[in-house]
């Protein structure tokens, strides 16, 4: 699949960016690729647990990251497991299911292995769409809230035109992330280039 995307970030330092481009994923290859046009041409390339940053097919940037690309938005509606943000296919279980108002929250046993990280996973659905994931850790404070709305239909493919992301820093003041998509397609056959980059590596 393919997008058009939007970020604006606000940091708590006042800092805000903008950036703009296309974003580009095959779920069989699992290879996630933004092409950004603004405010710079440069490409990001995000294979199994490496991101490349390229300008002008050279790279300037590599890091070692999470291989997290099975939890992307993109991976996740692709597979028809965007409704539980892919926890479901992983290893959570749901502890208990609260409705308030027109959602249904669950809540969901960490593993141990993050419990240190991470104490409650919190998914909220809303028409059994995926509506927000909250996370907070053993502080039982709250790390991070997303949201997803303005749904984009293609055929029986649903994908959230509006990502909301919260992140508090450790003096408890929110960082603001908006990803906005349009411009969605899928099964994109004729530019089958863009979804996966390679490189002279030296």
């Known amino acids: ?64 990251i999470p291989s997290l690309n099975e939890f992307t938005v993109f991976h996740l509606s692709l597979n028809s497991n965007l409704a539980y943000f892919g926890l479901n296919q992983a290893m959570y279980s749901i502890g208990k299911v609260d409705k308030m108002g027109d959602l249904v929250i669950s809540y969901w046993n960490i593993p141990p292995q993050i419990q240190q990280m991470i104490t409650t996973i919190a998914v909220a659905q809303k028409d059994n769409r995926l509506h927000s994931v909250v996370i907070a850790g053993e502080d039982k404070m709250v790390h991070s809230k997303q949201f997803f709305k303005d749904y984009i239909q293609v055929g029986g493919f649903e994908f959230p035109g509006t990502i909301v992301q919260i992140v508090y820093d450790e003096n408890r003041k929110e960082n603001y992330q908006v990803i906005e998509f349009e411009n969605v397609i899928l099964n994109d056959t004729k530019n089958e280039n863009n979804y996966h980059y390679q490189w002279e590596q030296h």
């Open 1 to 64: 699949m393919s997008a058009e995307f939007t970020t604006k970030t606000k940091r708590t330092s006042g800092k805000s960016n903008l950036t703009k481009g296309k974003v580009f994923y095959d779920k069989y290859s699992k290879e996630l690729i933004y092409d950004i046009s603004f405010p710079e041409k440069e490409k990001w390339v995000i294979q199994d647990s490496q991101i490349y940053k390229l300008i002008d097919d050279s790279v300037y940037y590599t890091e070692t």
